[in-house]
């Protein structure tokens, strides 16, 4: 069992930049992969970025590569999203998500995908 918890949301203007964190606990050595998903009102929640154990791969959705930046770090059992040039569009509840098996990166877009999920953060961007 893993316990995702996400700090670091809060209120920004175009352009600002915010980083939130992932802390996790628990059985952390059965997470392979850690992702960002995000939810604003009346939408289905999307995928934002995906990282492996190692840090190396990571996945973008197409509309945050070029501003958004997820690392991790093992020791710390966290995993981050730097998220620079915010837009009013970034809006939303932002949930970590941890799986625990070793998926292709073409599958860690998917939510069925993630066994183990955080409460959310807002992150509210104005113009």
């Known amino acids: 069992q893993v316990q995702l918890v996400e700090s670091g949301g809060g209120l920004a203007q175009a352009g600002d930049s915010l980083r939130l964190s992932c802390a996790a606990s628990?059985?952390?050595?059965?997470?392979?992969?850690m992702g960002w998903f995000r939810q604003a009102p009346g939408k289905e929640r999307e995928f934002v970025a995906a990282?492996?154990?190692?840090?190396?791969?990571?996945v973008y959705t197409d509309s945050v590569k070029g501003r958004f930046t997820i690392s991790r770090d093992n020791g710390k059992n966290t995993v981050y999203l730097q998220m620079n040039s915010l837009k009013p569009e970034d809006t939303a509840v932002y949930y970590c998500?941890?799986?625990?098996?070793?998926?292709?990166?073409?599958?860690?877009?998917?939510?069925?995908?993630?066994?183990?999920w955080g409460q959310g953060t807002q992150v509210t961007v104005s113009s």
């Open positions: 998500a941890a799986t625990s098996a070793d998926y292709r990166s073409s599958l860690l877009q998917l939510i069925s995908r993630y066994d183990y």
């Open positions: 990282i492996r154990w190692s840090g190396i791969t990571t």
């Open positions: 628990g059985r952390t050595s059965s997470s392979y992969a």
